[in-house]
């Protein structure tokens, strides 16, 4: 049974610390994700003298040559954007490299895939994450949702904010990079003896900006079990002392993810980062019932997370 806190409760740092992995663990697992040319898929742990270079306008493909860059402009050009400092990539490969939410994230995937019954060996499946930054701090958060000023710089947090599969029309045009990520995963696993799981793709996105990671998720046994036994989830409240149990769904996997990483006071999890002026007016939008897709996320979110009940109560106070 799982045990986290609402807001700050007494036992919520030993609770922490019993769960969170390590920095060096999550660089060392880091230290095994490459990036490979979007066009041509060379990796340059396999190419000796091989130097890629990222897209300097998204920040979000590599490329091996001009050659390569110049001949995939007319499909990148359709996505590519422009993006606040590095984006969100590090942060995710840090997410990613970490072995407790990696498992929760293989969770969703079982769940909505019916893994258990059915296990996806010969295709791939895939869904897209979208993540934000917001107020490691959570006092920090209702006022920027209400439009007040930010003074000075913001300390902020990775959060998950929807799981949302991707639909099989979308996978028959699954684009070639992607096709070829999954491929490589699954042949790897099959290698290594892992023939009988499943292999996924996750696309990590941040709303309607234009960046995009896609990585192979590999759907191992303790995920399975973890499904399996579907024990429910406990939050005790330091506010109002009560204990709700939720039960093991989607949802609660990403407000497990969220309330972990918010847990995380310093930065063990490597999650933290600056808050840049596009995610905060992502929440201003939230506040303001802006129409566009990362507000739109976040505000569904804020509906479901037990640790928003209270500003959504003072909310509702303010605007009767």
Excluded at 16 to 42: D, L, M, V, W, Y
Aim: hydrophobic share 40%; charged share 20%.
């Amino acid at each position: 049974m799982l045990i986290q806190t609402h807001t700050i409760h007494p036992d919520s740092e030993a609770i922490f610390k019993a769960q969170a992995t390590t920095p060096e663990n999550i660089r060392a697992t880091r230290s095994g994700i490459h990036e490979a040319c979007t066009r041509c898929f060379k990796i340059e742990t396999t190419e000796p003298g091989l130097k890629l270079r990222r897209c300097g306008k998204c920040k979000g493909v590599w490329y091996c040559t001009k050659e390569c860059q110049t001949a995939h402009w007319p499909t990148h050009k359709k996505t590519c954007s422009p993006v606040d400092g590095s984006g969100i990539r590090r942060l995710v490969e840090n997410f990613y490299a970490n072995p407790l939410l990696n498992q929760y994230l293989q969770v969703c995937l079982v769940l909505h895939f019916d893994l258990l019954q059915r296990p996806r060996l010969d295709t791939p499946f895939m869904a897209r994450v979208d993540v934000a930054i917001e107020p490691a701090d959570i006092p920090e958060f209702l006022p920027i949702l209400m439009g007040q000023p930010v003074q000075g710089t913001l300390r902020g947090m990775l959060q998950v904010n929807a799981f949302t599969p991707l639909p099989a029309a979308a996978m028959a045009a699954l684009a070639p990079m992607r096709r070829q990520i999954w491929r490589a995963a699954r042949e790897s696993a099959d290698k290594n003896g892992f023939a009988r799981d499943s292999i996924g793709l996750v696309e990590f996105g941040n709303g309607s900006v234009g960046q995009t990671i896609t990585v192979p998720v590999h759907v191992r046994a303790p995920a399975l079990e973890l499904a399996r036994d579907a024990s429910p989830w406990v939050m005790n409240s330091a506010v109002t002392g009560q204990t709700t149990e939720l039960p093991l769904t989607i949802h609660t996997c990403m407000e497990f993810m969220n309330t972990h990483i918010r847990s995380d006071k310093k930065n063990q999890l490597l999650l933290r980062t600056e808050m840049r002026p596009s995610d905060i007016e992502i929440i201003r939008d939230a506040g303001a019932e802006a129409s566009g897709t990362a507000a739109r996320l976040l505000k569904a979110k804020m509906a479901r997370e037990y640790i928003f009940r209270p500003m959504a109560d003072l909310l509702q106070q303010t605007e009767s």
